[in-house]
């Protein structure tokens, strides 16, 4: 099985920082990466797909970007709005399609 | 809109057995790939199973041979068959939708919390 490694677990930041959350995965995936956004007690939310293409209706301070089998998560600029738990996930052509461990990001 | 509601979950006794429904309205269950994903208390998300369009199915190890999924379509809706139910099983199941193949899971349900305890 694929084996997804998320980076860091956890993060504080100021309004207005930029945030990195990094992914990588044990063997090539190509694009087939996706990121959500869990608030709690929510169910996840789709961000970002094939690695850098922004869902409709998600800010423009997301961003995406892969670099072999390296995956990153950018933000931009730091709102409150975007306290939550993101996750990559791996969903190449065959199950099981595996998830990051989470990163929870919160405001300093 | 899509909208994908599960149901069914609920305290159940170790070695019990519990099924999971999840209604789909503006989606079709029958035509795009269905999965289940869980998330223990606290902890991250775990892909369970996967029925595809032509009837396909797949499970994550740890629930192959207890778990099965399976979908009624002119209901419109997905099941999860849980039998053998461990105290590990204890979770928030999630229904998720692909519309394709090569696509992310797009659509997600609210989630039902299922436990399993004496």
């Known amino acids: 099985d694929i084996q997804m490694t998320q980076s860091p677990s956890s993060l504080s930041a100021s309004v207005g920082d930029r945030v990195t959350i990094t992914c990588r995965a044990s063997q090539g995936i190509k694009n087939y990466l996706a990121w959500y956004q869990q608030k709690p007690g929510k169910a996840p939310k789709l961000l970002i797909y094939a690695a850098s293409t922004l869902q409709s209706g998600v800010p423009s301070r997301f961003s995406g970007s892969i670099s072999g089998t390296d995956f990153t998560l950018t933000i931009s600029s730091l709102q409150p709005e975007d306290v939550a738990t993101y996750y990559c996930q791996n969903y190449n052509s065959v199950p099981p399609w595996t998830f990051g461990q989470g990163t929870k990001v919160e405001i300093k | 809109e899509v909208q994908l509601v599960e149901s069914g979950g609920g305290l159940v006794q170790p070695g019990g057995s519990l099924r999971l429904s999840c209604a789909a309205s503006?989606?079709?269950?029958?035509?795009?790939?269905m999965n289940w994903v869980r998330q223990a208390p606290g902890k991250g998300l775990e892909w369970v199973s996967v029925i595809y369009s032509d009837d396909s199915t797949y499970y994550a190890t740890s629930v192959k041979g207890r778990f099965t999924i399976s979908r009624h379509n002119s209901k419109n809706t997905l099941y999860l068959q849980m039998n053998s139910l461990r105290a590990e099983d204890t979770a928030v199941y999630y229904c998720a939708g692909r519309l394709g193949p090569t696509t992310p899971f797009d659509f997600w349900g609210q989630g039902t919390l299922v436990t399993v305890s004496s």
């Open positions: 503006g989606f079709t269950v029958s035509t795009n790939h």
